[in-house]
């Protein structure tokens, strides 16, 4: 990899010599990239004819260039600033989710629980009205005019009363802010019952719920001794998405998503993870690694694994989808989609863990059931694990401006500003890729991440590769597939408006 031009020659580029650019090799090409996302492949000679700027102007190869801003005839300083500024477009607006940790009690033992559940018979792991109250007084002063506010745990579901009053004491708020407001819930599902399902489909609360495969595989990493937590989460996620339509509701739009733990277990059913996605009717899987939080740390040795152990497992998993693709079954692989649209268009998914700064603080912002303010939900994982390094202040004795201003806040969106960082800054994947600090400093012991070992930089590298090489190789078709995945269609219903 490598790149090219100081900024300050660019206004003295000649029609022919390269704008600036960073470049890698993909295989068998040459992959150049710009700041602003365009990208071209370039075999060996052209390459060497266009880093000495020999390429003329005739040749097909120079109008391709010229077109991406790849070389000074058709490199234009404005527009790339203004395309820049629409890719960076979510630094201007606030953090928009806030995750309310309301329970850190759990049913379930998964093997690789990153929150460090506490036992459902545990006392004062609860977040009560009172902190409730103050976490919203914070969360709405966000200048975005969009809040969605997170459900999660522990088990959410264990404090239902204090779910149900937060979407009520949010909602009544709302009539006065008139933001766009939006609920999600992340659970197990197994606490579901019909007075908390009807009340999900009215207030119109996004479910997430977790899919690990099939049967056997789900319990093996989610341990529930009072019954089979597969079977539970199926049948809620079956009664949820009834509901949907008997309202009326598309049903490719409104349905329970599902994310996926890879353990070790994991590696060797990519396929049968796959149908089993497929099986629900779900429209996309996430292939999300261990993260070095919670139990997961303490148990590596006997559930974790390398990036090289992970790709093979994502490669054939990836592959298969688009071979199933290809035969119509409508699913997407949702890591691959992130890259993609910061790939195929010039609207960022703004998903927090992979941009650049991350979303610490400035885009998220969680709230221990205790009242404890964290840049991001990993943060606070990390606090229950021992270590209060990204702990920001407490619910109520902390402003919002204190929060966005603080030492902590400001360090991350240093450490996960890519383009100063050694390695990042070269790299030709810097226009679509983010790294977050939490975790470098989980698995490397600085927020700064070591990237040659970073595992996570290691994945999302090989991700790209595959990516990239699936793009120039696999024709219209496959194209065709990645487009569809970064079409975005809006959900209104889940939107609270009154």
């Known amino acids: 990899m490598g790149r090219a031009m100081p900024r300050s020659r660019v206004t003295r580029l000649r029609s022919n010599e390269p704008a600036p650019h960073r470049f ?6 040459w992959l150049v990239t710009n700041d602003v996302g365009s990208y071209d492949y370039l075999d060996a000679g052209e390459f060497e004819a266009w880093q000495r700027g020999e390429l003329a102007e005739a040749d097909p190869t120079f109008a391709r260039l010229k077109a991406k801003g790849l070389v000074g005839a058709g490199y234009d300083e404005d527009a790339a600033a203004a395309r820049l500024c629409q890719r ?6 606030g953090p928009y989710l806030h995750i309310f940790v ?7 033992q998964c093997i690789y629980c990153h929150a460090s559940r506490a036992s459902m018979k545990s006392a004062g792991r609860d977040m009560t009205p009172e902190v409730a109250d103050r976490c919203l007084d914070l969360a709405f002063r966000t200048p975005s005019p969009y809040l969605n506010i997170e459900f999660q745990g522990g088990e959410p579901l264990a404090n239902w009363d204090v779910v149900r009053g937060i979407v009520e004491q949010a909602t009544a708020r709302n009539r006065d802010a008139r933001k766009e407001l939006s609920f999600s819930l992340v659970t197990n599902l197994s606490l579901m019952d019909e007075e908390k399902l009807q009340f999900i489909l009215e207030r119109g609360i996004q479910v997430c719920t977790s899919i690990d495969g099939p049967e056997a595989l789900h319990n093996h990493n989610r341990k529930w001794t009072e019954g089979n937590a597969h079977a539970a989460t199926v049948e809620w996620m079956q009664r949820l998405n009834a509901g949907y339509v008997a309202r009326g509701l598309d049903p490719d739009l409104y349905h329970v998503e599902a994310l996926l733990t890879v353990t070790r277990e994991s590696l060797g059913h990519a396929r049968a993870i ?15 690694p261990l993260n070095p939080f919670g139990f997961a740390a303490k148990t590596d040795d006997k559930i974790g694994y390398a990036a090289r152990e992970f790709m093979p497992f994502y490669r054939d998993a990836l592959d298969y989808i688009i071979d199933l693709n290809r035969q119509g079954v409508e699913i997407m692989e949702r890591w691959a989609t992130i890259f993609l649209a910061k ?3 010039d609207q960022d998914p ?18 221990n059931y205790d009242g404890q303010i964290f840049t991001c939900d990993e943060a606070r ?23 966005i201003d603080s030492s902590v806040v400001r360090s991350l969106l240093f450490a996960s ?13 810097l226009p679509y890729c983010g790294t977050c600090p939490v975790y470098n400093y989980g698995t490397q012991g600085n927020i700064f991440g070591l990237m040659p070992s970073n595992q996570k930089c290691i994945m999302h590298m090989a991700i790209l590769d595959r990516l990239f090489e699936l793009m120039r190789d696999g024709g219209d078709e496959v194209f065709g597939i990645f487009r569809r995945w970064t079409t975005v269609r809006d959900r209104p219903y889940y939107i609270i408006h009154d």
């Open 274 to 288: 796959v149908d089993e996605y497929v099986r629900l009717g779900l429209k996309g899987v996430f292939l999300r």
């Open 24 to 29: 890698r090799a993909v295989a068998g090409k």
């Open 102 to 108: 309301v329970s850190l009690r759990c049913n379930q």
């Open 350 to 367: 703004n998903y927090v863990d992979i941009r650049s700064p991350c979303g610490a603080g400035v885009g998220q912002i969680a709230y």
């Open 381 to 403: 994982m990390v606090y229950q694990m021992g270590d209060p390094a990204f702990r920001v202040g407490q619910a109520g004795e902390i402003s919002y401006d204190e929060v």
């Open 88 to 93: 960076k477009g979510f630094l201007s607006t």
């Open 417 to 429: 500003t890519q383009e100063a960082l050694p390695h990042c800054s070269e790299c030709a994947y």
């Open 343 to 345: 790939i195929l268009t």
